[in-house]
């Protein structure tokens, strides 16, 4: 018995002497490999680190905090049964801490929680299971795009100790070698267990061909479990901080017709107008009908996001106005979208986006959007045509998860002809008040219209989904387009309430 234990004894220093002499070699690798990817800013690092409770996900964590710089680290953990992040969409708080390039984030309790949770709890069939997969797949792929590096790891136990069924025993939860980050919390019964586990593998098994794979780690071997995660880890660094962008013309793409159908602007009726006692009495109205709506109990676990493009001094800032006028401004904020800073630059092009959705009961009004990506990227050369051709499909997702977690999403343009278009152009340029309002660069934009007219012919076709249509407005007329808008918004939202 004696001489068991000392070999024993033998046999766990030697595991141990071994781990410590690859690590410190390791160790150095991923240090340089975290500055390389700092230096060069080509691309962010996010970690998904899932599995098992008591696989040892705290175990890494405090692994990859021990052998990486802090500076560039950031973990990422969640706890979805905290009240305060319901009060936004489910993937709010992952877009809100999305690493900036050159740096790295380690996640604990991704969007895959939710998935896997509602698939063992019964909240989700095999069809919106397998749906949400695939939406996650578009969204990851639209992640690497847009020079974000996912790295997802599964940390797995033996089926007798796994999600739950038995949790590892050792230091002290919590203490800084041991600690016991237990996720699955709401998995009460043996049954829900089984089914997280099936669920997890069939997961795994529907991403396994997908841009970022899942790497299945076994975690019965603590030390061996956090090299392999160690050496995983270096090799995604090292062709991350080596990632080089591809060369892009800056010249404006050619229009281009998405659909074989008619175009829709040239069918707007652009003479329609109103007298001005009609459009006094219908625009309060209007606005009495809104401010009611966004004042109900009903509203109060809704959120409203109205997005306004349009024609150069097609009037998008007289209209929030009138509109900002019917809505309670303790719940209400007017996002100007302008070029994007240095920080909003570093991350996928939707993140500022996602970082302004309003709480629940809020209203969001965006003066231009993230259609800007499709629309004056596209024509003026910001974006390549690779980046502004799938954000079509990126855009559409954005607004069904939105839509998903109860958002009312309203989208407005407002077209002008040529004509009014100078008219109101030399009107700015003549008024004191309004100079500011007329730059060179709109100008610039007037001989681009036919460029503009087949983008946003594009933009219509590809995004005006059943839930979130395009309203289309004639707005020669300031009166009448005012006057369409407040009313097409009171009936969306007496609709949706």
């Known amino acids: 018995m ?143 795009a847009e020079r974000v590096t996912l790295l997802k790891f599964w940390l797995q136990l033996s089926d007798s100790k796994n999600v739950g069924t038995k949790i590892r025993t050792g230091a002290p939860p919590g203490s800084r070698y041991n600690p016991l980050v237990r996720e699955w919390v709401e998995i009460d019964t043996k049954k829900e267990r089984k089914r997280l586990v099936r669920a997890a593998r069939e997961l795994i098994l529907h991403t396994a061909d997908s841009s970022t794979p899942w790497h299945i780690v076994e975690a019965e071997d603590p030390l061996a479990r956090d090299l392999e995660v160690g050496r995983r880890l270096l090799d995604t660094l090292q062709a991350a901080a080596r990632w080089q962008p591809q060369g892009r013309s800056k010249a404006p793409a050619r229009p281009r017709r998405a659909t074989s159908g008619k175009p829709v602007l040239p069918t707007l009726d652009l003479s329609q107008t109103l007298d001005k006692d009609s459009y006094e009495t219908e625009l309060a109205d209007a606005q009495a009908r809104i401010f009611t709506a966004t004042q109900s109990k009903a509203f109060r676990n809704r959120a409203l996001i109205v997005a306004f493009e349009g024609n150069d001094a097609a009037g998008k800032g007289g209209t929030i106005r009138r509109l900002r006028s019917a809505l309670n401004p303790v719940h209400m904020r007017v996002h100007p979208i302008g070029a994007p800073s240095d920080e909003e630059r570093a991350r996928p092009f939707l993140w500022r986006f996602w970082h302004q959705v309003p709480l629940r009961g809020n209203t969001a009004i965006y003066d231009r959007s993230w259609y800007g990506r499709v629309l004056v990227e596209r024509v003026e050369g910001f974006a ?58 709109d100008w610039r934009n007037r001989a681009k219209w036919p460029l503009y007219a087949a983008a946003v012919e594009d933009m219509v076709a590809l995004t005006s989904t059943e839930a979130e249509p395009w309203t289309l407005v004639e707005s020669n007329s300031k009166r009448f387009s005012r006057v369409k808008v407040l009313r097409s918004l009171a009936d969306r939202l007496e609709d949706e309430l």
Not at 9 to 15: E, P, R, S, V
Not at 27 to 54: H, K, P, T, Y
Not at 411 to 420: H, N, S
């Open 2 to 144: 004696k001489n068991e234990d000392a070999s024993g004894t033998d046999a766990g220093q030697l595991q141990a002497w071994r781990f410590v002499k690859e690590a410190t070699v390791l160790r150095e690798a991923l240090l340089d490999a975290q500055f390389e990817l700092a230096d060069r800013s080509n691309r962010a690092v996010l970690i998904l680190l899932n599995g098992a409770d008591g696989a040892g996900k705290g175990q890494v964590l405090n692994r990859l905090h021990e052998w990486l710089d802090p500076r560039t680290l950031a973990t990422l953990a969640y706890d979805i049964t905290d009240r305060r992040d319901q009060r936004r969409p489910p993937a709010w708080p992952f877009w809100r801490d999305l690493p900036q390039r050159g740096r790295i984030g380690v996640m604990i309790g991704s969007w895959y929680h939710t998935i896997l949770l509602h698939r063992a709890t019964g909240g989700a069939d095999e069809e919106i299971f397998h749906a949400r997969i695939e939406e996650a797949n578009r969204i990851e792929s639209m992640l690497d």
């Open 384 to 441: 390549a045509p690779a980046e502004w051709t799938r954000a079509y499909g990126e855009i559409n997702d954005f607004e069904a998860q939105l839509t998903r977690a109860g958002y009312i999403v309203h989208k407005f343009w407002l077209a002008i002809d040529e004509e009014e278009q100078l008219r109101r152009f030399e009107e700015r340029k003549e008024t004191p008040h309004k100079r500011f309002k007329i730059t060179d660069e």
